[in-house]
């Protein structure tokens, strides 16, 4: 039987990367063929299938900023490279992908999935960006083309706000491997043992000043360190949640560490106490979904993605972004280890019955065969 042939498109950075890449090292390479098509600045590491073996991949002028110049030349290259590739499938990923995958794959015939892994527009503090980029979301979702989510809640936002249709729109969970084994730290620990984390970069997304004002008012009344992992280049709020921490007099109780290993993450992860998110709106975060295999409990902001995997309560807090209840929540769990321990388990349970790459690759399949 012939392979389906699957052409994604991406720009390959944070959680777009760690899904593309965990779908590639799981899927059946004997039914499918999978080729990548990501840009020339984001990601030098190989795209590998679930034997090891490197797969074909293409780098175009595809990049995080707007440019009329480079978007016009990505589409042109992109257009070039599915005419020789004649894929049964483009899946296209996030933003930019999501927008040429969309505009091409009717020009050349071939049936299009977009994941958007959180819409752009909701990254926009500006009223007119956002309104422009939501009226390009509303007009490329009358396309044909089947909306991916990767959460529940990103599936409702596509059909109330965003306008797809019903039945064009489903939801494959992001998911990742069972975490087996911890490895040493890469870098220097240079934090004290009691911790908290959380992965994000200082963004309008993740709200890293929320985070600090909520660990401010933790510190008055017991010490506990932050640490912030994901601190990397596109981190436009950097300077902001510097200068708050330095106003704040909390030097000594962040630290900011920039990109590390995805093994540097677990490992920190697993030493801290819990996990927190502060974050405005998300796809579905793997950084949570680490936390609950690792057994963490999460306190969360109430948005898309956080509250498909933290029910209030049972495995962590979902806060409606109240400093002074995120801090109530949080010293909760450190001040009770019955209820801390109860919480780690529920955490643990919860990925293993929904979250791992390894039980629901075949739901992806069967999505694959059944749209081509």
Known sequence: MAKTKIAHLLHSLGGVDIYVRLLLNNIDTDS????????????????????????????????????????????YQTYQILKKEKPDLIHSHSAKGGIIGRVLGPILGVKVIYTPHAF???????????????????????????????????????????????QNTIVFNNCIEPILKIE???????????????????????????????MNEVNKEVKIHLVVMGVG???????????????????????LLSWTERTDVFNIIDQSK??????????????????????KPCVVTNCDGNRDLIKDGFNGFVIN????????????????????????KKSQQV???NFSIKSN????????????
């Open 321 to 344: 972004e109240d400093v002074i209840q995120f801090k109530e929540k949080i010293l909760e769990l450190l001040g009770d280890e019955k209820l801390l321990e109860r919480m780690s």
């Open 184 to 214: 040493p730290l890469s870098i220097p620990k240079t934090w004290p043992d009691y911790y908290i984390c959380t992965v994000g970069r200082p963004s309008y997304q993740k709200n890293i000043e929320q985070m600090v004002r909520v």
């Open 32 to 75: 499918f063929e999978n080729i990548v098509i990501h840009g020339t600045k984001d990601t030098a590491v190989p795209f590998l299938d679930k034997n090891k073996k490197n797969l074909k991949e293409y780098k175009i002028s595809i990049f995080r900023e707007i440019s009329i110049f480079n978007d016009l030349k990505a589409t």
């Open 361 to 372: 690759i075949k739901q992806l399949e069967a999505i694959y065969k059944s749209y081509n």
């Open 351 to 353: 990925f293993a019955e």
């Open 274 to 295: 819990l996990y927190i998110s502060t974050a405005r709106y998300e796809g579905l975060p793997y950084a949570v979904i680490e936390s609950l295999a690792l057994s």
């Open 233 to 255: 280049p596109v981190s436009d709020q950097l300077e902001s949640v510097k200068s708050l921490i330095q106003e704040l007099d909390m030097e000594n109780e962040v630290t």
């Open 120 to 166: 752009s527009y909701l990254s926009s503090q500006s009223k007119l960006k956002r309104g422009i980029f939501l009226a390009i979301e509303k007009l490329l979702a009358k396309r044909s083309s089947l909306l991916l989510a990767t959460s529940n809640s990103e599936k409702k936002r596509a059909i109330d706000e965003v306008g797809f249709d019903p």
